[in-house]
């Protein structure tokens, strides 16, 4: 009898175990069950295997790789000027990130010497590009969901990490919650409806302040609504933008000369100097962007086609 509720006991344990790792159970997570790309341009992002094959997306390598698991592309080249994203997935067919190239254009670095230790070394996808480029990756799982064929709960993810393969010094991870994201240094900026409070990171510091230098500006940009991960921004400081509205590269439809990207934040002091243009800006969305908007305590700067530039009354120096 009490071989028999051993052997139950532990094949209870090891069926929790199995369920927990299945569901990821105790670990947090982010997302709604669909991603959006570009503001004001809101296109639907494929989310897993069959959804990306569905629209027409190319896998590239044999290989799950153990920290992004495996690259699609919409050109079969890879990565282009037109087309710079990458989605990532794994071993089981789940999202497990997202990916953006940058462009180094009139013989521009793509991104300062300041931050280049964020890019990855060796991007998974090829890029059929002629000029300089660097290649920006975020993944939403890490460990072993990503290359064990298991699948979990989350529909998009349980961690944002810039960089993953980057190593000690080289690789970021965001907060999923605005209380840590504020906790570990980064700066609080304004709220736009659709992506909730803008949080930036001056890299030169860490200590919630800004230097308003562009070189220093982390080159993912994180959002919350309610205190939770809604959606982050890939920050280029060149304009990756061949016609606005028209030829935005999927990227956002217009550049951001340092005016427009202080719409950003609620200080004014803003002023980023360094730039070699306009910031390019692009969006990912981690839910319908419909579902969220700005307390209506708030004073925004802007008001149409959406509430913009929103901040407490007492933040709102930059507001017009």
Not at 138 to 145: D, K, P, Y
Request: proline residues 4%; charged residues 20%.
């Amino acid at each position: 009898m009490m071989m028999k509720a051993a052997a139950a006991a532990a094949l209870v344990a090891s069926a929790s175990a199995e369920l927990g790792a299945s569901l990821h159970l105790g670990h947090d997570h982010f997302g709604g069950h669909e991603m959006e790309r570009s503001f004001l341009m809101y296109t639907e992002l494929p989310m897993g295997e069959a959804a990306l094959k569905a629209k027409g997306w190319h896998k590239h390598g044999s290989t799950c790789d153990p920290h992004l698991g495996y690259a699609w592309t919409e050109e079969a080249a890879g990565n282009t000027k037109s087309a710079p994203i990458v989605l990532y997935t794994t071993q089981g067919g789940q999202v497990s990130g997202v990916g953006m190239t940058v462009v180094g254009y009139d013989g521009n670095s793509p991104m300062p010497a300041e931050q280049k230790k964020w890019a990855t070394a060796s991007p998974l996808a090829p890029a059929d590009i002629a000029e300089e480029v660097a290649h920006i990756d975020v993944a939403f799982r890490s460990g072993e969901i990503v290359c064990s064929g298991k699948t979990e709960a989350a529909s998009v993810g349980t961690t944002l990490i810039v960089n993953p393969a980057g190593g000690a010094g080289k690789s970021m991870t965001i907060p999923l919650k605005e209380a840590e994201v504020q906790k570990q240094g980064w700066h609080k900026g304004s709220c736009f409806d659709g992506m909730g409070y803008h949080w930036f990171l001056d890299t030169s510091k860490q200590d919630g302040t800004m230097s308003w230098m562009a070189q220093n500006l982390f080159p993912v940009v994180a959002m919350y609504h309610e205190g939770e991960m809604n959606a982050i921004f890939f920050a280029a400081h060149l304009s990756q933008v061949s016609i606005p509205f028209l030829k935005a590269n999927e990227w956002d439809p217009a550049g951001l000369d340092s005016e427009k990207m202080c719409k950003n934040t609620c200080d004014e002091d803003c002023d980023f100097k360094g730039m070699v243009d306009t910031f390019s800006t692009a969006h990912v969305y981690f839910r319908d962007h419909k579902e969220v908007t700005c307390p209506s305590d708030l004073k925004c700067g802007i008001t149409f086609p959406l509430r913009a530039s929103c901040c407490e009354a007492e933040r709102a120096a930059v507001l017009v």
